[in-house]
């Protein structure tokens, strides 16, 4: 299983919801595509993921303006982590095959 770390900006979307991401770097993206050819529904790809001391389970969801994933971090681990809008985001994360 091939874990992929990063570090990324943390980013607010741009609506009314108070929803969170970070854009993963094209290499990864690029790898994981490659290595996930059967996505889930819109295209997400399963992940266990850790930020610092907390770890959980999400999806991935392309985002073609990118060219890229987003992943997308809960509220919970931005308080957890001390996480706000613009800091940068060291990412460990793995596929969750079990949930392709």
């Known amino acids: 299983m091939t ?11 741009p609506g009314g919801a108070a929803w969170y991401f970070v854009t993963l770097p094209t290499d990864v993206a690029d ?3 490659e290595a996930v050819p059967h996505r889930r529904g819109f295209g997400s790809v399963p992940v266990a993921v850790t930020v610092g001391a907390t770890t959980w389970q999400t999806s991935l969801f392309p985002d073609t303006k990118a060219a890229s994933y987003v ?4 509220r919970g ?4 982590e001390s996480l706000a809008d613009g800091d940068d985001v060291a990412v460990r994360m793995v596929i969750d095959t079990a949930r392709l």
């Open 31 to 33: 790898d994981i595509a």
């Open 77 to 80: 681990v931005r308080i957890a």
């Open 71 to 74: 992943l997308p971090i809960k």
């Open 3 to 13: 874990a992929y770390e990063f570090g990324a900006e943390l980013w607010r979307y």
